[in-house]
């Protein structure tokens, strides 16, 4: 009987120990990345994922946006949606060409606004950052991003690439 006893807490314990590396292992594994996610509101509108600026530690951090019922999951949508997070947090940012081929996505910023000019460093990269892993997220055929300026290569006050130079890709 103490055999019998013995073989089932070393059974027991040896599940129990298991189950937890388990748990262990997935909260790792997704706590580096947000889950994407589109939810529905009662409404109809559709929440999709995308990334503004926290202005408290200069990070980027996701947020749900909501689209229309009518609106579709597009570049150019999403896009919006970040650059009206950013403009609550008063930073403008002023695209004035998009444009998509194949994989790739082109976004031409204006010379005159945010990105390019009077933001710090840090900012600029958090608005490239955010608007790259927006549309990343929520595309699933794009693979690259290309920031320009007025369809050109992409200069600004800190940072400068070529003229068809990926700043962030899959």
Do not use: H
């Not at 262990?24 to 999709?48: D, H, W």
């Not at 950013?86 to 695209?95: H, P």
């Not at 929520?138 to 690439?161: C, H, M, P, R, T």
Request: net charge negative; hydrophobic share 40%.
């Amino acid at each position: 009987m103490k055999r019998i006893s013995l073989v089932l807490c070393v059974l027991l314990l040896t599940l129990s120990i298991g189950c937890n590396k388990e748990i262990k292992q997935e909260e790792i594994s997704t706590s580096n990345q947000p889950e994407v996610t589109k939810t529905v509101t009662e409404s109809g509108e559709v929440g999709i994922q995308v990334y503004t600026i926290d202005m408290d530690t200069m990070q980027s951090v996701s947020e749900t946006a909501y689209l229309m019922k009518d609106e579709e999951v597009t570049v150019e949508n999403i896009i919006k949606k970040v650059i009206e997070l950013f403009k609550e947090n008063t930073i403008e940012i002023e695209v004035n060409g998009i444009k998509q081929k194949k994989d790739v996505i082109y976004i031409s910023f204006a010379k005159d606004s945010a990105p390019i000019v009077d933001v710090s460093k840090k900012v600029e990269e958090v608005i490239l950052e955010s608007i790259a892993k927006s549309l990343l997220d929520n595309l699933e055929d794009i693979e690259k991003i290309v920031f320009q300026v007025d369809s050109g290569a992409y200069k600004s006050e800190n940072l400068e690439l070529g003229e068809n130079e990926a700043y962030w890709w899959k």
